[in-house]
């Protein structure tokens, strides 16, 4: 593809030209000039994969584990990796530019958005962004970093006021960013929705402009978040160059041309704004994309051996008493029984909600993963692994698109588009679509037949349900919009004539879900009918100007504690126990935050009861930060699987039964509770404010301040091995410091461990850390082998702190302490060096 002529391109533009480029044509697509051959590239979802142009029946993706999984790595290089696949995979589905990575702070354990983003660390966050972004943009593929910055709570996210110290801002919340423009350049950033310190971030000249900019000699393209522009002049003075999604909310021609032409708004800073979109447009033409062309699924195997090989090292073994693990199918004799409980070890629970959903092109469950282990390990041998539910965790009734039969016996449901209501004459569907869930969301929905911008239609969805057994099941339905459910003809569910607002859909834009109960015949085959009616139709009042979207589903009514005891009958009689519980994206999603730090549900009753039953209890944990865990010291072993992609079950069982020695290592603290973490008292909005009181004292900074043993600690993970560090040194250079070393494996089995370097000040002048990470390598060893790691950093970035009297970064003249850990809590070798003399700076 030919470069544009940039400047040229700007003196031959008009006005009205000029401003239709600063804001996209559509949800996905800039504006193209024809006159000018400049065309539109095109964006994507984002943090978990590449959903493409479409919510609503979009080609299948394959879906990576969440942030604060592949954060657990500690893998530089494997994350690398899953940058260039992503970009692979980018091309296939004809996008210039992903709408990630994402690195904002996990402030704490209920952000909504924490699964998404890497880590309570900024210099983590930063090094495994960095990894990431320079694998996509290496395959020719723009990133978009997000969210710049403190987008850290969905609580108000659209207005809530961060207050927040200038010395907290650059050490925790900006360092992720500084450390990806230094080391990575991602040619385009998005901007928060959050205001920090009384300016939304948006309009912001001091970060888009001062810092951004001027102070860290950064030249790439800024676009908001979707519907995340508060002004007209305030945004394009600082510097925000693309206003997204489009059509334009606040640059509309005749507005935005009479401001510059009455002198509002200066034509410089027109042509500025212009400039970053045109180049932007030019990163994006290099990747070679068609934007035409079909999307495309990823079925090179290559790709699920890579996303295997991640989210067996974003697993984390926290606990293994007794050696109960990994799991060995031939150390008894006779008939051995693996039991597998709970909510999670049939779900998909392949990735958090929100925009970082995707459709997964397809996920393997935890009890398939550990069946087809068993299998594959077992042989002959008489190895029965038997499942029950235990405990129920969804929000709302599970979806049956997979369950369902069209009547031509494909699966799913088929939907068909009408424009007119049902039981209107003469009414035939413009549309037909077969659907493979019964959980959608039609925000994208388009047709030829449909006007553009037309809102108001009507989707009937028709399938057959057949129970495996004879039981009473609950229907239920969920929607934006209206909706009814019919079976066999008979109106069963109403969320039409009555209906109550829900936080259904990500924003919280829809009803709650209404359920009726129904007995059921085994084998019996059932008609399900769906008449759904597009937002417009519903006497709700929203606030979202949506197209709409329903949430359908259906399973067996069985009470709490009957789930219960079924589990405790099955443990009796079991080997071992496996319970695989968490969270799923109901509960962590985009649009909420957790309204505290449990388990909902039954799942901690489901612990403690197998556990009084079964000693031999091992808990997989699929969360995407951290939970309570009161059962903790019942259970022999415990791993933090995360959520974890495609091959979720994959990773576990390969975990589980040894064929993987785990590496992972937390990439967030786990407290024992709630209250103490640091941001307890000061999380989510009050009045439209937040006050990040805990200052710079996020996560294990603050843990270690005040001398509370968390839970589990920051960097912390066992493996099927152990390992010994000695002769740790540092040798100071003109610009950096180099910690060396030797890491010996000293037990049977091959690994990997992570070794971590952290920085100390013997005599800070201000309260400081008592530690903070500056770097980190990982090494695999083979059994008895030794091996020199060595890390090289920059001397000024690992010892300064930023100083607020002189708004600068200092590097004080002093001794420190290369602190080399195998977590946070662990420090096994000490290293000390100086610097010669205080040195302020600025800049990366």
């Known amino acids: ?71 657990s790595t500690f893998n530089k290089e494997l994350l690398y990796q899953a940058g260039e696949l992503m970009s692979k995979e980018a091309k296939m589905k004809g996008v210039h530019c992903i709408l990630g990575p994402t690195c904002n702070i996990a402030r704490g354990p209920l952000g909504g958005r924490a699964f998404e983003s890497y880590s309570e660390d900024p210099v983590l966050s930063g090094h495994i962004v960095s990894a990431v972004i320079n694998g996509i943009q ?181 606990k293994n008493d007794d050696n109960i693990l990994p799991l060995d199918p031939h150390a008894k004799k006779g008939n051995e029984v693996i039991a597998v409980i709970g909510p999670n070890a049939k779900a998909e629970r392949n990735s958090g909600g929100g925009s970082a959903s995707l459709k997964a092109r397809y996920t393997v469950t935890p009890f398939d993963g550990i069946v087809n282990k068993v299998k594959e390990k077992a042989g002959d041998k008489a190895v029965v692994v038997e499942y029950t539910l235990g405990a129920y965790l969804d929000k709302t009734l599970p979806d049956i698109g997979s369950i369902m039969k069209t009547e031509t016996g494909e699966t799913g449901v088929e939907a068909r588009f009408y424009k007119v209501a049902p039981g209107t004459p003469g009414r035939k569907p413009f549309d037909k679509r077969i659907s493979t869930s019964t959980k959608l969301f039609l925000t994208d929905y388009k047709h030829p037949e449909l006007p553009v911008g037309e809102q108001l239609f009507y989707v009937d969805f028709e399938g057959y349900f057949t129970p495996d057994e004879s039981a009473t099941y609950e229907f239920g339905c969920s929607c934006l919009g209206t909706a009814q459910i019919f079976l066999d003809d008979k109106l069963i569910v109403d969320n039409k004539t009555k209906q109550q607002r829900g936080d259904a859909f990500f924003l919280g834009m829809g009803t709650r879900e209404e359920r009726s109960a129904v007995k059921l015949e085994k084998g019996k085959k059932y008609k399900v009918k769906v008449e759904y009616g597009t937002r417009p139709t519903s006497s709700l009042i929203v606030d979202y100007q949506e197209v709409g979207g329903v949430y359908f589903g259906a399973q067996i009514k069985n009470t709490h504690e009957e789930a219960l005891q079924k589990a405790v009958d099955l443990a009796k009689k079991a080997d071992k126990v496996i319970v695989v519980g968490g969270l799923s994206k109901e509960w962590e999603s985009e649009g909420f935050d957790r309204p505290d730090m449990d388990i909902p549900g039954y799942t901690n009753k489901l612990v403690e009861a197998v556990s009084d039953v079964n000693p031999n209890v091992i808990f997989v944990n699929q969360t995407g930060s951290p939970v309570t865990m009161p059962w903790v010291h019942k259970v022999k072993g ?77 960097g912390y993970g066992l493996s099927y091995t152990t390992f010994e560090f000695k002769n740790a040194k540092a040798e100071v250079g003109e610009k950096t410091v180099t910690v060396t070393v030797d890491v010996t494996n000293t037990g049977k089995r091959d690994g990997s461990e992570v070794v971590q370097i952290y920085v100390s000040h013997e005599n800070p002048r201000i309260i400081r850390p008592a530690k903070e990470l500056k770097d980190f390598a990982k090494v695999f060893l083979k059994s008895g082998e030794t091996k020199s790691v060595s890390v090289e950093m920059p001397l000024l970035e690992v010892t300064s702190y ?43």
């Open 1 to 71: 593809m030919t470069k544009l002529d940039v400047e040229a391109l700007i003196t031959e533009l008009s006005l009205p030209e000029k401003i239709s480029l600063l804001a996209g044509a559509n949800a996905w697509q800039t504006v193209p000039i024809e006159r000018l051959n400049i065309p539109a590239v095109t964006v994507s979802d984002g943090p978990n994969g590449i959903r493409g142009t479409r919510f609503f029946d979009s080609v299948p993706s394959n879906c990576f584990p969440c942030g604060t999984g592949m954060a």
């Open 138 to 318: 290496d395959g020719k593929i723009v990133a978009c970093i997000k969210h710049f910055v403190c987008n850290d709570q969905e609580d108000e996210r659209k207005g809530v006021d961060t207050i927040i110290t200038e010395r907290a801002l650059r050490e925790i919340y900006l360092k992720p960013f500084q450390l990806a423009v230094r080391d990575a350049n991602p040619k385009s950033f998005m901007t928060a929705y959050n205001k920090v310190n009384g300016e939304h971030v948006s309009q912001s000249k001091k970060l888009l402009e001062d810092v951004l900019r001027k102070e860290w000699g950064w030249d790439g393209m800024v676009m908001s978040d979707w519907y995340g522009v508060y002004s007209i002049k305030e945004s394009l003075d600082a510097g925000l160059n693309l206003e997204m999604p489009g059509p334009t909310r606040f640059r509309e021609s005749v507005q935005t041309v009479h401001s510059v032409v009455c002198n509002e708004i200066h034509r410089d800073v027109i042509d500025k704004n212009v400039r970053h979109v045109l180049k932007f447009i030019d990163d994006c033409l290099e990747s070679g994309v068609d934007p035409d062309q079909d999307e495309l699924e990823n079925t090179d195997p290559k790709a699920a051996t890579l996303l295997r090989q991640i989210g067996g090292e974003s697993l984390v073994l926290l």
């Open 638 to 714: 415990l791993i933090q699987a995360w959520y974890g992609g495609n091959e979720l079950g994959n990773a576990i069982a390969d975990v589980l039964f040894g064929d993987v020695n785990p590496s992972g290592r937390l990439s967030f603290t786990f407290p024992e509770k709630l209250e103490h973490n640091p941001s307890y008292l000061n999380y989510g909005s009050t009045n439209g404010r937040v006050l990040y009181g805990e200052d710079v004292f996020v996560g294990y900074r603050h843990y270690e301040m005040v001398d509370r043993k968390p839970l589990f600690p920051f």
């Open 802 to 844: 930023w100083d607020s009297y002189k708004n600068q970064w200092l590097s004080e003249k002093a001794t420190y302490h290369a602190l080399v850990g195998a977590s946070s809590d662990n420090i096994v070798g000490d290293a000390v060096f100086s610097t010669e003399k205080d040195v302020y700076w600025l800049g990366v």
